[in-house]
């Protein structure tokens, strides 16, 4: 390769580089990109009622702020309280726990006993993990502090991207060739319209499983119901993961009460996660945005893996942004423009061959004609020789 190449080569992986060590960054800006884009609905929707950008913009953020204090003013006080108490009948049932195991000791051969775990090894074995989650209060502390300054700055741009998103949007434009600038802003256009109808959708789903969570934990007289119910409806948002990490808080709140409690609070969520997986989700985001269950899960899976818990709660957006890009880039633009190309070249190889075919074929005949031109001529002159000599014998 010439050294142009090279260094191009070179630029290329650096940039590459520089990408990976700010992928955090990155990952923030498209939280931002995504939050603004939902309020953006909002913002819209206030300034066709006749309102200013910049009020419209102001109340949204209001609106905004108000949901997420309501959401933690219903959630965190009553899982206080309950967290409370189940710290109170922790102790009680491990002396149940206990007591119950001596009691199976009586009852058993002493060629079983030795097999049955003794509650005082228990307890010191899960003292070192006690020690841990204790001696990690401080990562904790710290790692709340960088999360508040994250959720801050992904605010503060979210402000920014919603008060004049336009030259912001020419600029990326921008860093693209001219000739393919009004194709990107096509693109960002379709990515702005699969966002919108992945969010409907996703608050759509999130709505219904905190409905049919509520009415099932009042029916089973669970306590907090409207706090899990909300909190069902809020981890709806990270698919696959969520509903199972949202069971957990009903069914140790129901275990303080009884095992069947316990064990139909799990029934009630599974069956309300298989009417979600298999009759709301393929109807709502077949309307909205097509994504395969499969392709949702590796998704998680991926963006879990190398960008951590907020690659995991992007994991969805990142796709559905992801699959646009892939469709009207690589497959629109380049997979089959190469295609109808390779069509044109075979077409014109066709047409150049028939072409080529017809004058071949031609070329006898126009031999033919000459052919019989010259014998023409040839038999006018023999002719007019004859007259010719003729005329002389007639003469002398």
């Not at 929707?45 to 949204?60: C, E």
């Not at 508040?148 to 060739?177: C, E, H």
């Not at 990142?318 to 044109?344: A, F, P, Y």
Request: glycine share 4%; hydrophobic share 55%; with cysteine.
């Amino acid at each position: 390769m010439s050294l142009g190449k090279w260094i191009g080569l070179f630029a290329f992986i650096v940039s590459l580089y520089i990408l990976w060590q700010i992928r955090q960054v990155l990952l923030l800006i498209f939280a931002a990109v995504v939050l603004a884009n939902a309020l953006n609905v909002l913002v819209e929707r206030f300034q066709r009622s006749g309102m200013k950008r910049g009020f419209a913009v102001l109340l949204s953020v209001l609106l905004l702020i108000a949901i997420l204090v309501g959401f933690f003013w219903v959630i965190v006080p009553p899982f206080a309280a309950q967290l409370q108490q189940l710290s109170q009948l922790v102790p009680r049932g491990i002396q149940r726990f206990s007591i119950w195991i001596e009691t199976l000791q009586t009852r058993l051969s002493p060629q079983l006993i030795e097999y049955i775990p003794d509650i005082d090894q228990l307890i010191q074995q899960l003292q070192p993990l006690a020690n841990r989650l204790l001696g990690g209060g401080f990562t904790f502390f710290s790692n709340s502090v960088g999360f508040l300054a994250q959720f801050l700055l992904v605010i503060v741009l979210t402000l920014m991207l919603l008060a004049d998103p336009v030259p912001y949007r020419q600029s990326f434009i921008r860093l693209f060739p001219s000739f393919y600038r009004r194709r990107i802003d096509e693109i960002l256009e379709e990515c702005n319209v699969a966002l919108r109808g992945w969010l409907v959708g996703i608050l759509f789903n999130m709505f219904v499983i905190a409905s049919f969570s509520f009415v099932g934990l009042l029916v089973l007289r669970v306590p907090v119901a409207l706090a899990q119910a909300a909190l069902a409806g809020i981890l709806t948002f990270i698919p696959n993961i969520g509903p199972a990490l949202s069971v957990v808080p009903p069914m140790a709140i129901a275990l303080l009460d009884s095992p069947l409690k316990s064990l139909a609070v799990l029934i009630l969520y599974v069956v309300i996660q298989q009417v979600e997986s298999n009759l709301l989700t393929p109807y709502v985001m077949a309307q909205q945005v097509s994504l395969l269950p499969a392709i949702t899960l590796l998704a998680q899976v991926f963006f879990a893996t190398f960008f951590g818990f907020l690659g995991l709660l992007l994991a969805l957006p990142l796709t559905v942004v992801g699959q646009v890009w892939l469709k009207e880039v690589i497959i629109k633009d380049i997979l089959d423009e190469w295609h109808h190309s390779h069509e044109r070249q075979t077409k014109f190889v066709i047409v150049s061959s028939a072409h080529e075919v017809a004058d071949s074929s031609e070329s006898p005949k126009v031999t033919e004609s000459s052919e019989e031109a010259e014998n023409l001529a040839e038999q006018k002159t023999e002719a007019q020789e004859r007259v010719s000599t003729d005329e002389f014998h007639e003469k002398t």
